[in-house]
Every structure is written in C-alpha cells, then in structure tokens.
C-alpha cells in the first residue's frame, strides 16, 4: 500500500505541469500573435469588492493573479489578470 501516495503525488504533479503548459500556450501577443513571450512580473493581488443585494451589504474579496507579459518580437507589454483558485 506504500506505493500509492507517492504514485497519487506523482499524477498531481504530471496534471499540474499538464495544466500549466496548456495555460502558457494559451496567451499570444495581442499585436503580432507571437508565442515567444517573457514574464515580466507576477503577483497576486487582493480584490475588495462591495456588493448590495436588498439591504444586505457584503463584502467580497478575491484574490486575482496579476501577469505582465512582454513580447519577445514586437516588445509589445501587457496584463493579464486571472482569478486564482
Ligand atoms: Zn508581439
């Protein structure tokens, strides 16, 4: 039975590097559409949100990823912002 976790832990990591190249792949440059792009910065960042329903007021705070991105061709700079789950 000792095999099991380090197997289970090894399948994580497979699907997770899986997950990450699929995520990277998906982001182009959105001047020249090159995929040769350089990570400039990443940092999470702290979404406060204030929200009404009726008369009840709640307060909503989500933590988003912030990626700036920098084209290797064009030199092109942007942000990209996702939900971190
Ligand atoms: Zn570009």
Redesign the pocket.
């Known amino acids: 039975m000792e095999f099991i976790l380090p197997l289970a832990a090894l399948v994580l990591i497979v699907a997770f590097v899986g997950y990450v190249r699929r995520g990277q792949q998906k982001t182009n440059?959105p001047?020249?559409g090159?995929t040769q792009l350089h990570i400039v910065d990443k940092q999470l960042k702290e979404l406060k949100q204030d929200s009404t329903i009726g008369y009840s007021v709640k307060l909503d705070v989500s933590l988003i990823l912030e990626t700036r991105y920098r084209?290797q061709?064009?030199n092109?700079t942007w942000l990209v912002t996702a939900p971190e789950n």
Request: glycine content about 0%.
């Open positions: 440059c001047e020249c090159s084209c061709v064009c092109h």
